[in-house]
């Protein structure tokens, strides 16, 4: 179909969160498969090769399957190969429930000991589902070992951050005192006979289970890959509570069921499936899930925090809905039409593809300082026991040396070049590239730009992708902890010989201040209310500089904040327009709606 397609996609784009498709595994960043089917149905016709270099968890590959085509992933990170080969590489379903009862069955006895527990309402057998442990921390004042639990939870739900001694009184923040090992305060136990289930203090028999899987006991392999504290993610907090490997983010009891499951996933048949479901419960069933009196707090994505109140959940009960939701994957991937291939490579070298042998790409590259990816797959690559060689990650990290892979905005842009090069160079004459991106910082869009122009590709078209639920960068911004942006353009680039040269020397004319405020004016008169957040205001005049040629220096999210804040009203999250606001917009943005 290649050179078919004369015109850009022009719909701005809409992907909900709640598919199998989408769930079965959690990814750093993950693009809603349903919102690239349209992208993809738009410039191929069935049986195309669709590219994606950067290919993350997989789903331009699952959106390739659902839509008929052929699917071809690369990534630098064993973790995102792994976790996008379990998402499209077909799996018998019969076999794979099979292998799962199989590997339950065998551990049935491990589970029993390791969680097996009475009901206090009809004593029959329980097993407990969650365990809650909590910080020691001792007073600065007196010495006295203190629980985080007993000292920081308020009489109205709250945790507070100052801590007061129960035993001399003395007021201070857990930053400032030592930290010892953790106490369980609290167990959530499901019974196996009246099905009941109760949250209640551990008893002492499940206080002694808790504190029984030492880790010299366990015989199966686990990893004790280096958590170096060189790494972008690591504080002194991993230091203050002893975190120095993988295996120090589990508790002892997590830790020897994981290593017994690990080692069955790897010796059965179904390895991929089982590795797969084993792989996207570790963050769950590691000490990072957070415990919060009002809600379940999920794993902070994009960091390796652990809080001082945390859960333990039950790696069994886990791994069985995992397992169901995996062998549901497995059925829903064979009712697909398409194919997929999963390679892992740098997308600045794709030297398994041909010159012009790719009809279109769908990618999503790191977005320079947005997140570091090869510390945020940490614990799967630990066990993958497989880590990614960060010489080629396309991050901006200036905090770490180059031998340990720091790099500047312009090494960043240099990678983002070399990619985009080899994005051209695959792909056939007339064909199309989309870009997901977005970056609060106005010195990286003009690095991607550059990055862009330096290739034989020219940009056509940008629109807008709303993910429906926010990234845990967006929950930030929305609660006023990170001013980021946390709507998603999609750059339409076109393969033309010498088009990016000729695109640029056409454009003259910049756009001024007064430019942008009439267009956002214009489009703040038909804008639902998520399209008049500050967020997608910022993803909209990014797409008005991006289509104008013009410079991005100035419109820094911050800096589009506050010229947002100097001529409209704000108002119960959404900004409009003022009664002496600007007259409709003069500019019009392609694919604004």
């Not at 551990?202 to 790494?231: C, F, G, N």
């Not at 490997?245 to 009891?253: E, H, L, P, S």
């Not at 680039?493 to 942008?516: C, F, N, Y």
Request: a neutral charge; one cysteine or more.
């Amino acid at each position: 179909m290649s050179g078919a397609v004369t015109e850009p996609y022009r719909r701005e784009i809409v992907g909900a969160k709640g598919s199998i498709f989408y769930r079965a595994h959690s990814y750093h960043t993950k693009v809603p498969p349903e919102g690239i089917v349209p992208v993809i149905e738009h410039y191929t016709n069935p049986g195309d090769t669709v590219l994606d270099p950067f290919c993350g968890s997989g789903m331009t590959g699952v959106a390739s399957l659902l839509t008929g085509r052929k699917g071809v992933l690369s990534d630098l990170s064993p973790a995102a190969v792994h976790i996008a080969s379990g998402y499209t590489v077909p799996n018998d379903p019969a076999a794979l429930a099979e292998a799962a009862r199989a590997l339950l069955a065998d551990l049935a006895d491990l589970e029993q000991e390791l969680y097996g527990t009475k009901c206090g309402r009809c004593t029959g057998d329980a097993r407990i589902e969650y365990t809650v442990w909590s910080d020691t921390v001792v007073c600065p004042g007196c010495s006295h070992e203190v629980l985080f639990w007993d000292a920081a939870r308020q009489p109205d739900g709250t945790i507070s951050k100052s801590l007061v001694c129960p035993l001399c009184s003395a007021s201070f923040r857990k930053g400032d005192t030592e930290i010892r090992p953790g106490a369980p305060v609290l167990v959530s136990v499901g019974c196996l006979s009246c099905r009941s289930r109760e949250q209640r203090p551990l008893t002492p028999v499940e206080m002694k289970i808790a504190h029984q899987a030492h880790r010299s006991d366990i015989t199966d392999w686990y990893p004790t890959a280096p958590l170096e504290s060189w790494r972008e993610m690591w504080r002194g907090q991993h230091g203050k509570m002893g975190i120095a490997t993988a295996a120090d983010f589990f508790t002892d009891r997590n830790l020897r069921a994981l290593a017994a499951v690990w080692k069955q996933a790897n010796a059965s048949p179904e390895r991929l499936g089982l590795r797969f479901a084993t792989t996207a419960i570790v963050n769950r069933a590691s000490r990072r899930y957070q415990w919060n009196p009002k809600r379940p707090t999920n794993v902070l994505s994009g960091t390796l925090y652990i809080a001082s109140m945390t859960y333990e959940f039950n790696v069994f009960s886990l791994l069985r809905r995992k397992l169901s939701a995996v062998i549901q994957l497995a059925k829903k991937v064979g009712e697909t039409q398409g194919q997929c291939s999963v390679t892992r490579s740098s997308a600045t070298d794709l030297n398994h593809l041909q010159d012009q042998s790719i009809d279109y790409v769908f990618t999503d590259p790191p977005f320079g300082a947005n997140i570091y990816y090869s510390d945020a797959s940490f614990l799967w690559e630990a066990w993958l026991d497989d880590f990614t060689d960060t010489t080629n990650e396309a991050i901006v990290s200036t905090s770490l040396t180059a031998q340990n892979g720091g790099k500047t905005l312009n090494d960043y842009e240099k990678l983002m070049a070399a990619s985009f090069g080899e994005i051209a160079r695959v792909l056939k004459p007339g064909a199309w590239a989309s870009v997901m991106f977005h970056s609060s910082d106005d010195a990286v869009w003009s690095s991607l730009e550059r990055a862009i122009e330096s290739a034989d590709l020219t940009l056509e078209s940008a629109v807008a992708f709303d993910k429906s639920q926010p990234s845990f960068k967006g929950v930030k911004q929305m609660t006023n902890q990170e001013r980021v942006s946390s709507f998603d353009l999609v750059l339409h680039l076109h393969s033309t010989a010498g088009g990016v040269a000729r695109r640029r020397q056409a454009i003259t004319a910049s756009v001024a201040e007064q430019d942008v405020l009439e267009a956002i004016a214009g489009h703040l008169q038909t804008a639902t209310t998520r399209q008049r957040s500050t967020p997608y205001l910022h993803s909209f005049v990014m797409r008005l500089l991006l289509e104008r040629g013009a410079s991005f220096a100035g419109y820094s999210y911050g800096q589009v904040e506050v010229l947002l804040s100097k001529n409209f009203l704000f108002e119960k999250g959404a900004w409009s327009r003022a009664q002496t606001s600007h007259s409709p917009a003069s500019i019009k943005i392609e694919g604004t709606v």
